[in-house]
């Protein structure tokens, strides 16, 4: 099948990529202290290189005392704005494009148990798992994270980042407020409605949106899926799917992320339409997707050691030729392979890699 669409150009306001393939937001815990180093600049370089369209970067937390849940998650504050401004630039010089991810874990823990951030940030004290962790966030909280996540927004923009996504995602601290289970509030942040539950979010996109101005695109990254509960739907229907997401686009969001394990997953019976299919037909707005492209198995199972060998991008073109969604984020094969896009590009299929997770424990 021809890769033409996905070589095609794509334009958001102030952003223009010369292609549809968006990098995936990978958490890499390479930053000690928080400030990326050289050989963080190094792996964002090598992918701009190889002519990734976007690359999003790790999620990387604002300015509250528990925003991560990893000791070497970057900061997108203090001394971390600096080693941003060397990514950029190098990821730049390449002739790349790059948004940063941006993030607070809330109460979904890390991968080390002994490190867990204190008094942690919650809708209702209630982790993922059901365990108490704490008061819920009092209003004066909620206001210093909403302000915090424009603070970031606006300094993404000034150290020259060419968009922003805000991660609202796979049960972290923004989508805590979305699910029923983790937001129990009764006031204004809560309700039994998804509708009700996006008001955190409507802030944070509306501090954004304050701090970059009209013109700077904004992207929100949105999973029905939480870590641990991977069939969990926030929006039943269709019709729930436009009740969350349309007061997102009307805060200001300008690019939905829907975040899948596996893209080719319908979202609701009756139609072969993916998630991002399903979040462009009910807002009009551009969408991605992600989850499994060019790999044959899904990415949880790869951090439980699962290798994966390369698959063909068919399914994936005859979707996009669709207009079902207008970029595609591809994660490991990325990661595990700087060159992965040159490769596809230039149709150098027997090059693209197996996937292994060894590829997680190094930089390259
Ligand atoms: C090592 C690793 C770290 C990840 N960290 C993040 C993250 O920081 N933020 C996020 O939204 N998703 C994160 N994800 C999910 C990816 O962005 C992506 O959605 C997932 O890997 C599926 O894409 P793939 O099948 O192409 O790998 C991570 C995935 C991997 C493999």
Known sequence: ???????????????????????????????????????VVDYYRRRAESGVGLIVTEGTVIERPASKNEANI?????????????????????G????????????????????????????????LSDEAVGEPMTEADIADTIAAFGRAAGDAKRLGFDAIELHGAHGYLIDEFFWAHTNRRTDVWGGATIGERTRFAVEVLKAARAAV??????????????????DNKLAAD???????????????????????????????????????????????????????????????????????????????????????????????AILNDPEWVAKVRDSRHDDLKAFSPAAFATLY
């Open 1 to 39: 099948m021809s890769h033409t669409s996905l070589f095609s150009p794509f334009a958001s306001k102030s952003l223009e990529l010369d292609n549809r393939i968006v990098m995936a937001p990978m958490t890499r815990n390479f930053s000690p202290g928080g400030v990326p180093d050289q050989a």
């Open 74 to 94: 970057p900061n997108i504050y203090g001394e971390g704005l600096a080693g941003w401004a060397k990514v950029v630039e190098a990821v730049h010089a390449a």
């Open 96 to 127: 790349g494009k790059i948004a940063p991810q941006i993030w607070h874990t809330g109460a979904a823990f890390g991968r080390n148990p002994q490190w867990r951030p204190t008094p942690m940030d919650t809708p209702s004290g209630i982790s």
């Open 213 to 230: 101005g009209p013109d700077f695109p904004i992207i929100i990254r949105l999973s029905q899926w939480k870590g641990g509960h991977w």
């Open 238 to 332: 269709p019709a729930e799917m436009e009740a969350w997401l349309q007061p997102l686009v009307d805060a200001g969001a300008n690019i939905l992320h829907a975040s899948q394990r596996r893209f080719w997953e319908p979202e609701f019976e009756g139609s072969d339409l993916n998630f991002a299919g399903w979040a462009k037909k009910v807002t009009g707005v551009p969408t991605i997707t992600v989850g499994s492209v060019g790999l044959n198995g899904e990415f949880i199972a790869a951090f439980g050691g699962a290798a994966s060998e390369p698959q063909s991008l068919d399914e994936l073109l005859r979707r996009l030729d669709r207009g079902d969604f207008d970029l595609v984020a591809v994660g490991r």
